[in-house]
């Protein structure tokens, strides 16, 4: 068993920064593929970014590619988000999500593991 906490949400203008942190219970996790999902109110989850459990490869929704960076570190079982010049449509409740395999890329989302979720919200 996994278990994900997520930090570092919180308020933040248009052209803003803020980097999420997610950290996992298990060492074990290290060698998990790890991802960041988000759902604004009345809409699906959605993949948002995921990287695999070396580092090597990284994937990135289109609209969030040159803005946030997802990165690890394994040997504190965390994975982060940076996200840069944030918009207005990146509001949502962001959820980090662990998986032995690999994260899905495309709807519908099904890692193994979520956390709990750290709510993002842009203003204009």
């Known amino acids: 068993q996994v278990h994900l906490v997520e930090s570092g949400g919180g308020l933040v203008q248009a052209g803003g920064s803020l980097r999420l942190s997610c950290a996992a219970s298990?060492?074990?996790?290290?060698?998990?593929?790890m991802g960041w999902f988000r759902q604004a109110p009345g809409k699906e989850r959605e993949f948002v970014a995921a990287?695999?459990?070396?580092?090597?490869?990284?994937y990135y929704k289109n609209s969030v590619k040159g803005r946030f960076t997802i990165s690890r570190d394994n040997a504190k079982s965390t994975v982060y988000l940076q996200m840069n010049s944030l918009k207005p449509e990146d509001t949502a409740v962001y959820y980090c999500?662990?998986?032995?395999?690999?994260?899905?890329?495309?709807?519908?989302?099904?890692?193994?593991?979520w956390g709990q979720g750290t709510q993002v919200t842009v203003s204009s």
């Open positions: 999500a662990a998986d032995r395999g690999h994260i899905a890329t495309v709807p519908p989302p099904d890692p193994e593991y």
């Open positions: 298990a060492r074990t996790a290290s060698t998990y593929a």
């Open positions: 990287i695999s459990w070396s580092g090597g490869s990284i």
